[in-house]
């Protein structure tokens, strides 16, 4: 199997990974504090990082096939 020559290195790609790191840094927090609400806000960026990586690749910003 061939590798691609970006390795995932698109918008796309690093938007959605910001916005996992930043919901697993929630959660994190949200742990250390003993606060369930910040854990499951935390909680909700890791399916929207998904989303914005969706959103992101089909207007142009991701790989290309």
């Known amino acids: 199997m061939a590798m691609d020559g ?5 918008w796309a790609a690093w938007a959605t990974v ?5 919901g697993v840094l929630i959660v994190s927090i949200g742990m250390m504090t003993f606060s369930s609400v910040t854990t499951w806000i935390g909680a909700a960026f890791v399916p929207l990082g ?8 089909k ?4 790989a290309s096939h």
């Open 50 to 57: 998904l989303l914005v990586g969706a959103v992101m690749s």
């Open 18 to 22: 910001g916005v996992m790191f930043l």
């Open 6 to 10: 970006h390795h995932g290195n698109t």
């Open 59 to 62: 207007m142009g910003h991701g």
